[in-house]
């Protein structure tokens, strides 16, 4: 059964629906539907403190979205959660097995988790098995009760959509990338760069390590061009975008190095984190992705940076899609700033 991928951003709100067919080389993707509406500004951001006009923005933009997209109602949805409003830990505990974790990490979890455990939701992923210290690494991802049931009340705003999955952004992005490529054992790095936030997945040997997320996106461009040149928000993101001359190319230049900078710090931590654990690790790709990836040069400037091969990651390249229906120009466009909900558009609805 067929999910609609949601990614509801801080800028943009993003849906992909896939039909797959069939396993392993004989799958055929195709691409049904996919759509992208802005978010009110700043809406998203304050979740925490105004769930109420947060929860009718996702619900108005998936229900725009999925009438967009001619989606069919009555259909599934899967959304992710990112930033502040859930955790994500690399811990370490005892063996067991995937069916017993949930079980295990309630136990383990409350260590970890600055909310009292009852009022979260709890999910992990084995990571790796120690055997022989009989110790494993997993990702634990816990995200407040509240904060799932906005989603899911939002989800029932639409009227037509019933909730799936809930994910968080970077696995969802993992989970696009291992879609694709399922064989792959290749110390990859994903880094999303969205308007509020960028992620990075790190793996090694094809599996998830490190997950990172900081409060840096390129909207922080946008507010800084617009402080410095006195200029308003709409002529700012022009500016960024390319659409409207800067009052100075130079210093414009240098407000985006500096947004730049602080991305490319944030990989460097990241692998500053990996190498205390793995010193010899070496990334053989990094792949970029989200709306900010546009970034004229960005691919050039990480390359020459951290000496890696650095490419831009559109999941929508690996789809078939009817040619009526889409433009391929528009897809080779925008499927980057789509690999959030290319990722959750993938999951089934699960049953247990
Ligand atoms: N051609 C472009 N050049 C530079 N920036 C761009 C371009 N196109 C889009 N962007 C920027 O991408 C950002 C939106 O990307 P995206 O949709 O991935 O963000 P989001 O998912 O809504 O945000 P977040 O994940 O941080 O909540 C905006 O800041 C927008 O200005
Ligand atoms: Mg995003």
New binding site residues.
């Given amino acids: 059964m067929s999910v609609i991928g949601f ?1 509801i ?6 849906a992909v629906l896939l039909t797959i067919k069939g396993k392993g080389s004989q799958r055929q993707v195709t691409l049904n539907g996919l759509g ?1 509406s802005q ?1 009110p500004m700043g809406v ?2 304050q979740w925490e403190e105004q769930p109420q006009p947060a929860r009718t923005a996702m619900g108005a933009a998936m229900r725009s979205l999925t009438k967009l997209c001619k989606l069919s109602a009555g259909k599934f949805a899967a959304l992710s959660l ?2 502040d409003t859930m955790i994500i830990k690399k811990i370490t505990m005892p063996v067991t097995t995937q069916k017993e974790l949930r079980k295990s990490l309630s136990l383990e979890a409350e260590q970890y988790i600055p909310y009292p455990i009852n009022d979260v939701i709890i999910d992990g992923h084995i990571l790796g098995v120690d055997e022989r210290h009989g110790q494993m690494s997993v990702l634990l991802v816990a995200a407040r009760k509240e904060v799932v049931f906005n989603y899911i009340q939002a989800i029932a705003l639409t009227k037509t959509l019933k909730p799936a999955v809930i994910d968080v ?1 970077a696995l969802a992005l993992y989970n696009s990338y291992d879609f694709i490529h399922p064989d792959s054992r290749e110390n990859a790095i994903l880094v ?8 990075v997945t790190l793996l090694h040997e094809g599996s998830p390590h490190t997950i990172k997320e900081e409060n840096i ?3 922080r ?2 507010d800084d061009i617009e402080d410095h040149f006195e200029v308003t928000m709409e002529e700012a ?1 022009a500016i ?3 659409a409207m001359a800067p009052p100075n190319v130079v210093e414009t230049a240098e407000i985006v190095d500096r947004v730049v900078s602080n991305w490319k710090a944030t990989l460097e931590r990241c692998l500053d984190q990996v190498r205390a654990e793995i010193p010899e690790y070496k990334p053989h790709k990094i792949l970029l ?4 990836s ?3 040069g960005l691919v050039e400037e990480f390359q020459n940076h951290f000496h890696v091969r650095t490419e831009i990651f559109n999941p929508l390249l690996y789809v078939k899609y009817n040619r009526k229906k889409f433009d391929p120009a528009y897809l080779e466009y925008i499927g980057p ?1 789509m690999a ?1 909900s290319f990722g959750l558009a993938i999951r089934k609805v699960e049953t247990t």
Avoid: P, Y
């Fill in positions: 990614d951003g801080t800028f943009a709100a993003k992208m978010m998203m951001s990112s930033g952004d999303d760069i969205g308007a509020t936030m960028v992620h996106g390129g909207q461009i946008t993101e960024k975008l390319g992705a989200g709306g900010s546009h970034i004229l700033q959030v």
